[in-house]
């Protein structure tokens, strides 16, 4: 791929960085139609609630939500079809692996256009007890009085 292309990103899964500790991240191309292409360049596409699983050797994401294309007319497709996310078999292995053996679970993180082609970035995740949300609450608040208190500081001399 030529080093002049590059990424546009296009959602963010902000909810998975806030219930989960991101422990390690990967790149995956995703199995699409033409209508949902052209949706997801239009942005219409919500990572919320979603997760992948492994299903018969093959990653599959689900609750990713991608609006029908408004021109699609009868080519669109369901919006929360599940997705087939493409990996390489060792590395799909050694996720499922890991999240049998160690408890995690894998979270699409964000959406993106890298040149002509759509990416996932998944992340393996370990969920967040409720007092680790707290901590992380209370540490970027913490960030945020400091930078305040610096800025208040700085303007006044």
Same mark, same amino acid.
Request: glycine residues 8%; positive net charge; proline residues 3%.
């Given at each position: 791929?030529?080093?002049?292309?590059?990424? /546009?990103?296009?959602?963010?899964?902000?909810?998975?960085?806030?219930?989960? +500790?991101?422990?390690? /991240?990967?790149?995956?191309?995703?199995?699409? +139609?033409?209508?949902?292409?052209?949706?997801?360049?239009?942005?219409?596409?919500?990572?919320?609630?979603?997760?992948?699983?492994?299903?018969?050797?093959?990653?599959?994401?689900?609750?990713?939500?991608?609006?029908?294309?408004?021109?699609?007319?009868? +080519?669109?497709?369901?919006?929360?079809?599940?997705?087939?996310?493409?990996?390489?078999?060792?590395?799909?292995?050694?996720?499922?692996?890991?999240?049998?053996?160690?408890?995690?679970?894998?979270?699409?993180?964000?959406?993106?256009?890298?040149?002509?082609?759509?990416?996932?970035?998944?992340?393996?995740?370990?969920?967040?007890?409720?007092?680790?949300?707290?901590?992380?609450?209370?540490?970027?608040?913490?960030?945020?009085?400091?930078?305040?208190?610096?800025?208040? /500081?700085? +303007?006044?001399?």
């Amino acid at each position: 791929m030529a080093p002049s292309q590059g990424i /546009k990103q296009i959602a963010v899964n902000r909810k998975a960085h806030h219930d989960y +500790f991101i422990l390690e /991240k990967l790149e995956a191309g995703i199995e699409l +139609f033409g209508t949902e292409v052209k949706s997801i360049r239009a942005g219409g596409v919500n990572l919320k609630d979603s997760y992948c699983s492994v299903k018969n050797g093959e990653l599959i994401v689900y609750g990713l939500h991608i609006s029908p294309y408004e021109k699609g007319n009868i +080519f669109n497709r369901d919006p929360m079809r599940p997705k087939k996310l493409l990996l390489h078999k060792r590395e799909i292995m050694r996720l499922l692996g890991k999240v049998k053996q160690e408890g995690l679970t894998i979270v699409p993180l964000q959406m993106y256009l890298k040149g002509s082609l759509v990416k996932v970035e998944i992340g393996l995740a370990k969920g967040k007890k409720l007092y680790d949300k707290r901590d992380d609450m209370a540490r970027r608040d913490a960030g945020r009085e400091m930078e305040r208190t610096l800025k208040d /500081k700085n +303007f006044r001399t």
